[in-house]
Nanobody, 115 residues
């Protein structure tokens, strides 16, 4: 089974930036879609952004203009550049990779934005 690993979370002040990275291991297959979800404590996990090979990225309204998702070609590496972070962005951010036979999720990386 493929493994997904995120990195890049941390503590940042309001208005600051962070860059999350995500990659897969244990598979030579290319993920059709890779993306990010986030989960605020006590709430359901929600989508943030996704990117499909050969297509324009998709964003939730609450991150448009602030976050940018990018992918390293057809490699299973995806990044989430987060600018103008707000305290409301504090959450655990999860990366996923939609592979031909499965969708794999990472363990999550904590992003904390202080006011």
């Amino acid at each position: 089974q493929a493994r997904v690993v995120e990195s890049g979370g941390g503590l940042v002040q309001s208005g600051g930036s962070l860059r999350l990275s995500c990659t897969t291991s244990g598979t030579s297959l290319s993920a059709h879609v890779m993306g990010w979800y986030r989960q605020v404590a006590g709430k359901q996990r929600e989508p943030v952004a996704s990117i499909r090979i050969g297509r324009a990225p998709l964003y939730q309204d609450f991150v448009k203009g602030r976050f940018t998702i990018s992918r390293d070609g057809a490699k299973n590496k995806v990044y989430l550049q987060m600018n103008r972070l707000e305290p409301e962005d504090t959450a655990v951010y999860y990366c996923y990779a939609q592979l031909p036979a499965e969708t794999s999720w990472g363990q999550g990386t904590q992003v904390t934005v202080s006011s």
